[in-house]
């Protein structure tokens, strides 16, 4: 899926920093972050609209969206939990029928 | 707010045999809302497998069909004969008519297909 690129694909972290990346070549509006923990189904992180934060789920602090042009979505993630373990998606949409979502980041903590 | 319910989490299915998998939602929107089916198979990301933003209209791909019911709000998906390569996890979700909400999903349905 070349239409919305996501790096890194796999991530294993201590206790440390990291970003993760993606961009949409759609000219979508809207662009997403969604958590997969195993077993779960996608739970929606944050929403950017037009590069305006608009809806901020219940998610811890150390993490960070960032929207720093309307094609590319990065989120900051500070100390990282084991909790956090989990598929990290990003998606954009233009309208509310037009989904699409990256490949994911596998992010192993340990 | 809105909800997505797959009744089953697990289906194991002999190949060319039928599945169907049960999806019902609600919604406080007074908009109907749209509909999706997600497949994810092992090791890959999330893909769209159909889509439905018509009430009463059928959807369908790579053999599978759901059919919109806004009286039972059902969305069910449905094959008739299925193959070993349909075995993956398979996610009904509700997007409203504000996008600026994102979907909401069930919790899966894991799809098991032997020879």
């Known amino acids: 899926n070349t239409k919305i690129t996501q790096s890194p694909r796999y991530l294993i972290l201590g206790r440390a920093n990291k970003s993760l990346e993606c961009e949409q070549h759609l000219g979508h509006n809207a662009m997403y972050w969604y958590k997969q923990s195993a077993e779960k189904p996608p739970e929606l992180m944050f929403l950017y609209n037009l590069k305006q934060l608009i809806r901020n789920e219940t998610v811890p602090s150390r993490f960070i969206p960032e929207c720093p042009d309307s094609s590319k979505l990065l989120l900051h993630i500070s100390a990282v939990d084991p909790e956090d373990s989990a598929v990290y998606f990003c998606?954009?949409?233009?309208?509310?029928?037009?989904?699409?979502f990256g490949s994911g980041t596998r992010l192993l903590v340990i | 707010g809105d909800s997505v319910t797959q009744t089953e989490g697990q289906v194991t299915v002999s190949e060319s045999k039928s599945l169907i998998i049960n999806c019902t939602y609600s919604t406080t929107s007074i908009a109907y809302p749209n509909l999706f089916w997600y497949v994810r198979y092992p090791g890959e990301g999330l893909q769209l497998l159909l889509k439905v933003i018509t009430a009463g209209q059928k959807g369908s791909s790579r053999g599978f069909e759901a059919t919109y019911n806004k009286e039972t709000t059902s969305f069910h998906l449905q094959k008739a004969s299925v193959q070993e390569s349909d075995s993956a996890v398979y996610y009904c979700?509700?997007?409203?008519?504000?996008?600026?909400?994102?979907?909401?999903f069930g919790l899966g349905t894991r799809v098991s297909v032997f020879p």
């Open positions: 979700a509700l997007g409203v008519n504000n996008y600026a909400q994102g979907l909401t």
């Open positions: 998606a954009s949409s233009s309208g509310n029928s037009d989904y699409t």
